[in-house]
């Protein structure tokens, strides 16, 4: 069973930066893919960015791109998301997710998430 734990998340001002972890645990990384999606209130949970644990392979939603990078510490099997040049509409509760599909962007696709973690940028 993949167990994943996101921390990282808090509150910024608008044009600052945010790193969020996740780590991974309960099975071999390199099987997997990795997500990360965002939420708000009365909204579906909308993709971020997706990561290969094997390749390091990266897809971005347009929304991000530029802005967004997702990078991994192998010995301590966690992905980040290092998030610059953060917006007002950033605001949201960040998760990770396990797949073993890469690039999905249908929450659907992904077997296993996180618990999540707020981020929030002010204006």
């Known amino acids: 069973q993949v167990q994943l734990v996101e921390s990282g998340g808090g509150l910024v001002q608008a044009g600052g930066s945010l790193r969020l972890s996740c780590a991974f645990s309960?099975?071999?990384?390199?099987?997997?893919?990795m997500g990360w999606f965002r939420q708000t209130p009365g909204k579906e949970r909308e993709f971020v960015a997706a990561?290969?644990?094997?390749?390091?392979?990266?897809f971005y939603a347009d929304s991000v791109k530029g802005r967004f990078t997702i990078s991994r510490d192998n010995v301590k099997n966690t992905v980040y998301l290092q998030m610059n040049s953060l917006k007002p509409e950033d605001t949201a509760v960040y998760y990770c997710?396990?797949?073993?599909?890469?690039?999905?962007?249908?929450?659907?696709?992904?077997?296993?998430w996180g618990q999540g973690t707020q981020v929030t940028v002010s204006s």
């Open positions: 997710a396990a797949n073993s599909i890469f690039p999905a962007q249908n929450r659907f696709d992904y077997d296993y």
């Open positions: 309960g099975r071999t990384s390199t099987s997997y893919a």
């Open positions: 990561f290969h644990w094997r390749t390091a392979s990266t």
